[in-house]
């Protein structure tokens, strides 16, 4: 028996020998004149002298009674409340998932024993994500929960919740639940979740009108026909999912957030009327009209991206915007942002933009991006000092000397276009990233003072003096593949250097690496090199790219031993050309190697 309710029997019992010594008088001494002759006591009295008297008692529950000075009860009567109340039930409850019950137990702070109904009736919320929870069988007996944590376990079945009235926030999400009709008749739900699932069906949630924040996404929903009165609605979130008809949306004039990303959504023509919407995400769909936009003028964020958009007039009027995604659509002209004056970022890669003078004015961009486009002009972006990311790749560009001004760039991707002259560059000092590679660079001696680079890319270009790049000790990527270098003695102080890549050019001396000990990849494949010993102390290294040289002893690999299960060397040939390696490599270092875990690629008999 629970041993609270025990203490209280034994109480009760004691309180019911007490009236008995009042009623008799023989134990405690006469009793009191106001004994009337029908057996009736004065409880006040009655506990009076159950301080003065000691005695055992039987068991029993509890009684409800106001104990004061006007209230009497009789000694049958007494007695027959102590018996029935002793006769009622207790209700233990069983959790047959473990998990499940070791995060009810420490809820209720019961570590051991019998959990009773009773011990759940304090529980108002209840925390048990990613406790690898599969049967949730015993919540139903926690009436008074409002809020519920089960996201990131592997539920399926939650019926057990089907008569928790009292809830108002349930997390579900990231679990393996495809029927949701145990939610139909929870009315008080203002917050719901249940993205990452298998639901395809939310009919049920048609009467849960006091919702006010609904994540569905990453489900296999197509018809949200069911949420059609859900009026009170300010967050929905159904990206990910299999809609193509958002009608039902078309009243939601409560809304500031919608996210309906990754669906199939041809028609936006319900958005319409939404005009407190502050964030709407219609991103990978298969919109070419964007007319209904026209009037949200309270939006501060808008993704259209991946869609088959190419006139964007509609978002003229959307001066509160900060953030616009209008990446990889059939776009040209871009007039329309003109007057966009409040944009930081603006996303317009992919498409098919020539001329982007409309930028001009953006003085609050701190992003840009243009990259994939047809662009050879861009000194329109020479007054735009407040960005701190410019991506241009896969242009026309030439001409970059409208960069010089701004300062404030810290990445920077001028990849793949047709720039010989980087000078411009010179006075980016707060620049962390900067990508040109496969342009037509031959001088990099304006990087030499980018000190604060950590990733520069130059692969592809026509570089052969790389000593620009001496003092770039915070660098931790430097790619310089593909270019016409054969003196690499300006990487040795870059000690902080994790990632090197020096293939295809015309090195055979690699001394200069030997000091790079916090390198992991390492790439020198398709040079003149004969000799690895400088790698022996680079026992940081997870990879390392060596075919196509002219190694044949391969022992400074096993003598580094850094080099260890689960790295990767790579020593085979291309097209039957280099590393003529030796009968004791073959037959000997490579196995060694092997034998520790690493993976080699070698062409040996």
């Not at 134990?27 to 000691?54: F, H, M, S, Y």
């Not at 997390?171 to 145990?182: F, K, P, T």
């Amino acid at each position: 028996m629970h041993r609270k309710r025990r203490r209280f029997i034994n109480w009760l019992a004691f309180l019911m020998f007490g009236i008995a010594v009042f009623a008799g008088g023989n134990v405690c001494g006469a009793a009191p004149g106001n004994v009337d002759g029908l057996g009736e006591v004065d409880l006040k009295d009655a506990i009076l002298t159950l301080q003065v008297c000691t005695g055992s008692a039987s068991t029993g529950v509890v009684l409800d009674a106001d104990v004061n000075g006007d209230k009497t009860i009789g000694l049958e009567e007494a007695v027959y409340i102590l018996k029935s109340l002793s006769d009622i039930p207790v209700q233990v409850v069983n959790f047959p998932d473990a998990n499940l019950e070791a995060v009810i137990r420490t809820a209720i702070n019961k570590p051991s024993g019998d959990i009773l109904a009773s011990d759940l009736q304090g529980l108002t919320s209840l925390f048990a994500t990613s406790k690898g929870i599969s049967n949730i069988d015993g919540l139903q007996y926690c009436t008074n929960l409002t809020t519920l944590w089960l996201y990131d376990n592997q539920i399926n079945d939650i019926s057990a919740l089907a008569g928790l009235t009292n809830l108002t926030d349930i997390y579900l999400h990231d679990n393996q639940i495809n029927d949701i009709s145990a939610l139909a008749g929870l009315t008080n739900l203002t917050s719901l979740s249940l993205y990452g699932n298998q639901i395809s069906d939310i009919s049920a949630l048609a009467g849960l009108t006091n919702l006010t924040s609904l994540s569905l996404y990453g489900n296999q929903i197509s018809d949200i026909s069911a949420l059609a009165g859900l009026t009170n609605l300010t967050d929905i979130y159904l990206y990910s999912n299999q809609i193509n008809d958002i009608s039902a949306l078309a009243g939601f004039t409560n809304l500031t957030r919608l996210n309906l990303s990754g669906n199939q959504i041809s028609n936006i023509s319900a958005v319409a009327g939404l005009t407190n919407l502050t964030r709407l995400d219609l991103d990978g769909n298969q919109i070419s009209n964007i007319s209904a936009v026209a009037g949200l003028t309270n939006l501060t964020r808008l993704d259209l991206s991946w869609n088959q958009i190419s006139d964007i007039s509609a978002v003229a009027g959307l001066t509160n915007l900060t953030n616009l995604y209008l990446d990889s659509n059939q776009i040209s002209d871009i007039s329309a942002v003109a007057g966009l004056t409040n944009l930081t970022n603006l996303y317009l890669y992919g498409n098919q933009i020539s001329d982007i003078s409309a930028v001009a004015g953006l003085t609050n961009l701190t992003g840009l991006y243009l990259s994939v486009n047809q662009i050879s002009n861009i000194s329109a972006v020479a007054g735009l000092t407040n960005l701190t990311e410019l991506y241009l790749r896969e242009n026309q560009i030439s001409d970059i000397s409208a960069l010089a001004d701004l300062t404030n760039l810290t990445w920077l991707d001028l990849s793949s276009n047709q720039i010989s002259n980087i000078s411009a560059v010179a006075g980016l000092t707060n620049l962390i990233s900067i990508n040109l590679h496969e342009n037509q660079i031959s001088d990099i001696s304006a990087v030499a003072g980018l000190t604060n680079l950590k990733g520069l890319y130059l692969y592809s270009n026509q570089i052969s003096d790389i000593s620009a790049v001496a003092g770039l000790t915070n660098l931790t990527r430097l790619h310089l593949d593909y270019n016409q270098i054969s003196n690499i003695s300006a990487v040795a102080g870059l000690t902080n250097l994790t990632w090197l890549y020096l293939n295809n050019n015309q090195i055979s001396n690699i001394s200069a690496v030997a000091g790079l000990t916090n390198l992991t990849n390492l790439d020198l494949d398709s040079n003149q090199i004969s000799d690895i010993s400088a790698v022996v102390g680079l026992t940081n290294l997870t990879s390392i790219y060596l075919y196509s040289n002219q190694i044949s002893d391969i022992k400074p690999l096993v003598d580094n031993s850094g080099i260890n299960s689960g790295d990767s060397v790579v020593l085979y040939r291309i097209d039957y050309v280099g590393n003529p390696l030796s009968i004791t490599s073959c037959l000997n270092y490579i196995p060694q190697l092997q034998n520790r875990g690493v993976t080699v690629s070698h062409d040996c008999p």
